[in-house]
């Protein structure tokens, strides 16, 4: 079982400039692809001189299903120049559903069902990506439930119903 750090909420935030790692992989190996994407990025960064300047992240573009397309990378400073597979994108601005998940890796779709639910109450539609931010880092043999996820899916108003519609 999960614990959410907080309740989801809304929020805006400004497109933010990403270095990643994009790839359709099997779900299975999502671990490795993340072992390859979260040491490519941040060399290409190095090599080029831009600053990180946020916690590792991973794109899902749409819902995952035996194969997800997924980027991992970081925020930074600039837009990275493509090179070894690593390329720049920019995460949207505007009207984000947010929580923070508090725990294992493997526990992460509670909290998603969580988030989606508070959506579907809000009358929020969820976007065609989301995000995962790693707040903390995993250590070997550490507490799973040190672990902090932040979860920000990008949303639009569902449509109001046509009050104007003729009986």
């Known amino acids: 079982m999960t614990e959410t750090q907080a309740v989801p909420h809304l929020l805006t ?4 400039p990403v270095a990643v790692l994009r790839e359709v992989v099997p779900l299975s190996t999502l671990p490795q ?7 490519a990025v941040p060399a290409v960064l ?4 831009i600053t990180i ?7 899902y573009f749409g819902m995952p299903t035996d194969t997800v397309d997924v980027a991992g990378g970081v925020p930074s400073a600039g837009m990275v120049v493509p090179e070894d597979g690593v390329g720049a994108f920019t995460l949207p601005g505007g009207r984000v559903a947010r929580v923070v998940h508090r725990g294992s890796y493997d526990t992460l779709g509670e909290s998603y069902g969580l988030l989606t639910e508070w959506m579907g109450e809000h009358s ?12 903390t880092e995993p250590e070997p043999g550490g507490d799973p439930m040190d672990l902090l996820t932040e979860i ?16």
């Open 152 to 167: 920000s899916w990008p949303v639009a108003e569902a449509a109001a119903p046509n009050s104007d519609a003729a009986a």
């Open 46 to 49: 190095s090599r080029q001189q």
């Open 53 to 59: 300047t946020g916690p590792p992240l991973a794109i």
């Open 124 to 135: 929020l539609t969820p976007g065609p990506l989301m995000w995962e931010s790693y707040l």
């Open 33 to 39: 692809f993340f072992d390859r994407a979260f040491q």
């Open 13 to 16: 935030v400004d497109p933010c």
